[in-house]
């Protein structure tokens, strides 16, 4: 059974760092993708980040690009988002999604399993 647990949320000031935990289970990163979205009230989920199953290529949305950076640990089952120079637009509540089969890497309707999300709210 797939499960996907994010942590690491939490209230920031403008160009503060965050690092989001995304706990697996059921999988392996040799197998599986892995994002990260956010979305805000009454918004659309926007793809952020993705770390492809099996060859570890990465992929980001160009407005997070070069700010945040997705990595991933098997022996932990975890993925993170390290987030740097964060600005209040980035204020969401960020989920971590998984599939197996990808090809839009960034598109939400790619992703099977999601978790419950946490806020990350960047104010000063």
């Known amino acids: 059974q797939v499960q996907l647990v994010e942590s690491g949320g939490g209230s920031v000031p403008p160009g503060g760092s965050l690092r989001l935990s995304c706990a697996f289970s059921?999988?392996?990163?040799?197998?599986?993708?892995v994002a990260w979205f956010r979305q805000a009230p009454g918004k659309s989920r926007e793809g952020l980040a993705c770390?492809?199953?099996?060859?570890?290529?990465?992929y980001y949305a160009d407005s997070v690009k070069g700010r945040f950076t997705i990595s991933g640990d098997n022996a932990k089952s975890t993925v993170y988002l390290q987030m740097n120079s964060l600005l209040p637009d980035d204020t969401r509540v960020y989920y971590c999604?998984?599939?197996?089969?990808?090809?839009?890497?960034?598109?939400?309707?790619?992703?099977?399993?999601w978790g419950q999300g946490t806020q990350v709210t960047v104010s000063s």
């Open positions: 999604a998984a599939a197996r089969t990808v090809v839009a890497h960034l598109a939400d309707y790619e992703y099977d399993y």
């Open positions: 059921g999988f392996t990163l040799d197998s599986y993708t």
């Open positions: 770390l492809s199953g099996g060859d570890g290529s990465t």
